[in-house]
């Protein structure tokens, strides 16, 4: 198993960026595919992001693409997602996750067999 711990959410003005951590604990980091989803009051959950266990592959959501990255470091048992140029309508309580194998549906959060408790992201306009 792993455990995951979401920080770095907060309240940001249109525009700016905020860079959101998932610290990993437990079994070893690198054989979990992390992705990043987010939901909104009264929205479903939604895939953000993607990163391959060796940081060699990522995927986007179109909403996010070429403001969002996501990225790794295995040393440190961490991902990261950074957002920039960020919206009002970004505003969501951010989740990271984990699979040990890149999910066939990788949008389907049900995908993912591990979660963190999730951090909050406000973006006012």
């Known amino acids: 198993q792993v455990q995951l711990v979401e920080s770095g959410g907060g309240l940001v003005q249109a525009g700016g960026s905020l860079r959101l951590s998932c610290a990993a604990s437990?079994?070893?980091?690198?054989?979990?595919?992390i992705g990043w989803f987010r939901q909104a009051p009264g929205k479903e959950r939604e895939v953000v992001g993607l990163?391959?266990?060796?940081?060699?592959?990522?995927l986007y959501a179109d909403s996010v693409k070429g403001r969002f990255t996501v990225s790794r470091d295995n040393d440190k048992n961490t991902a990261y997602l950074q957002m920039n140029s960020l919206k009002p309508e970004d505003t969501a309580v951010y989740y990271c996750?984990?699979?040990?194998?890149?999910?066939?549906?990788?949008?389907?959060?049900?995908?993912?067999?591990?979660w963190g408790q999730g951090t909050q992201v406000t973006v006012s306009s």
């Open positions: 996750a984990a699979n040990s194998a890149w999910p066939i549906n990788y949008y389907d959060a049900d995908q993912y067999d591990f």
């Open positions: 437990g079994r070893r980091f690198s054989t979990y595919v």
């Open positions: 990163i391959a266990r060796s940081g060699g592959g990522t």
